[in-house]
């Protein structure tokens, strides 16, 4: 994996290309001439498919490869604990703040008939799961079903079984071939992903084409802006103050540590996708930060599809939006409750395009709500997309950073008493 990472590579050309590519795309998102904006959805339609299809197999075969080397290892457990334990904290965090912020803007409730609109928006497939239904969705029962399903959850605990196990086997012909496979199958896979960042700048005219459309349209306005103020406000601080301050607690410079993982950032607000980022974000983080290799090629693959703190506060403040609007207030221990809910729903939401609007769609549809408030955001939804996949990146490069530091640490008192 090392070999690819660093093909997989990042340079101020290519961010000059990106950055071109997104001030042509919003320059012309602004004549909002109605032929180009189809266009324009046309192809940020390919793209958003196109990075689904990298993304389920991209985490799958980066968790599996990990721990076939790691699996075997005892510093494997305390890793992942020290990685969900961040997961958690960072993720709950996001939602307080989120929902502090919530309560100081209070956004009123949408009119009727804009409600009623909506209502012809949301996709009708989506709005049939239960809360209980996604739960019972991530425990495998057909190998073949969870990835034509890209039941992300389901699939990393698969791929965490076979890892594992190959890890475990003993060392023989027949897992010599096996591991010679899967890793063969990965070289192949980011070999795809390099020519898709290739062609992405002409993704990125798309995207920043449809951004800028949407936004010189007016369609944030009233209580929809307040509540997409809210929703971008929040991430902006969980983003810019929150997480640097975890990292400076555990003494990490967080300028640094930015720098370093600006290329898996910028990619991620291009792309929507943390797992289509995924590449990137290993590559920056073993050849930029000097992340211990094994903590990168484990932590980042589980984080990509754990740690969604952009994701946890999305769920619960659409959830309070929703219910508000729906005549619905919890309060108190509901509120908790639904903290809880939003936090566990984001661990496993697949790290694609519109993965989180699609889960908070579902577990609406469980309450009850008003579903054409969601069909209300969904024109909107790509500028929130874009913000908190952004923030779930950078959650995970932070992530990163602490356990690296604090795994060198350990071992560095492990050999002082040896």
């Not at 897992?175 to 700048?201: C, E, H, M, S, Y």
């Not at 094994?294 to 946890?312: K, Q």
Request: hydrophobic share 55%; charged share 10%.
């Amino acid at each position: 994996m090392t070999d690819t990472n660093k093909k997989i590579g990042f340079n101020a050309k290519q961010m000059c290309i990106w950055l071109a590519a997104l001030i042509v795309g919003s320059l012309l998102g602004m004549l909002n001439a109605g032929w180009l904006n189809e266009f324009f959805n046309f192809i940020a339609t390919v793209y958003t498919r196109l990075f689904q299809f990298v993304a389920v197999p991209t985490i799958a075969l980066a968790l599996t490869t990990t721990l076939i080397s790691l699996g075997a290892k005892k510093n494997t457990g305390r890793i992942f604990v020290n990685t969900f334990a961040y997961t958690l904290l960072t993720s709950f965090t996001a939602v307080i703040v989120g929902y502090i912020l919530y309560r100081i803007v209070a956004p009123e409730n949408l009119p009727v008939d804009m409600v009623a609109m909506g209502a012809s928006e949301v996709p009708e497939n989506l709005g049939t799961l239960s809360y209980y239904d996604h739960i019972l969705s991530v425990i495998p029962n057909n190998i073949l079903s969870s990835y034509l399903n890209g039941n992300v959850l389901s699939i990393l605990i698969i791929s965490a079984i076979v890892g594992m196990a190959l890890a475990f086997m003993p060392e023989d012909e027949h897992k010599k071939a096996l591991v010679n496979v899967i890793f063969g199958a990965q070289d192949l896979l980011f070999t795809v992903i390099r020519g898709l960042i290739w062609t992405l700048p002409v993704g990125i005219v798309a995207f920043a084409g449809q951004l800028s459309a949407q936004l010189s349209a007016g369609v944030i306005v009233g209580s929809l802006g307040k509540y997409v103020a809210v929703i971008l406000g929040g991430n902006l601080i969980q983003f810019f103050v929150i997480l640097p301050i975890f990292l400076l607690i555990k003494g990490i410079n967080p300028l640094h540590v930015f720098r370093c993982m600006l290329p898996a950032v910028l990619m991620a607000l291009f792309t929507k996708s943390s797992a289509a980022t995924l590449p990137v974000t290993v590559a920056s983080a073993e050849n930029n930060l000097k992340a211990k290799p094994e903590v990168a090629h484990f932590v980042l693959p589980i984080c990509c599809t754990i740690n969604m703190n952009g994701c946890a506060a999305f769920i619960f403040l659409t959830s309070l939006f929703v219910m508000q609007n729906g005549g619905i207030a919890p309060t108190g221990t509901a509120i908790i409750l639904w903290m809880v809910v939003a936090v566990c729903s984001a661990i496993g939401n697949a790290g694609v395009p519109m993965g989180c609007y699609f889960l908070t769609l579902s577990l609406m549809t469980g309450v009850h709500g008003p579903l054409g408030i969601m069909g209300v955001i969904l024109p909107i939804y790509t500028i929130i997309d874009m913000v908190e996949t952004a923030e779930n990146v950078w959650s995970d490069c932070c992530i990163c950073a602490i356990v690296s530091k604090k795994m060198r640490k350990l071992e560095e008192s492990e050999s002082q008493k040896a």
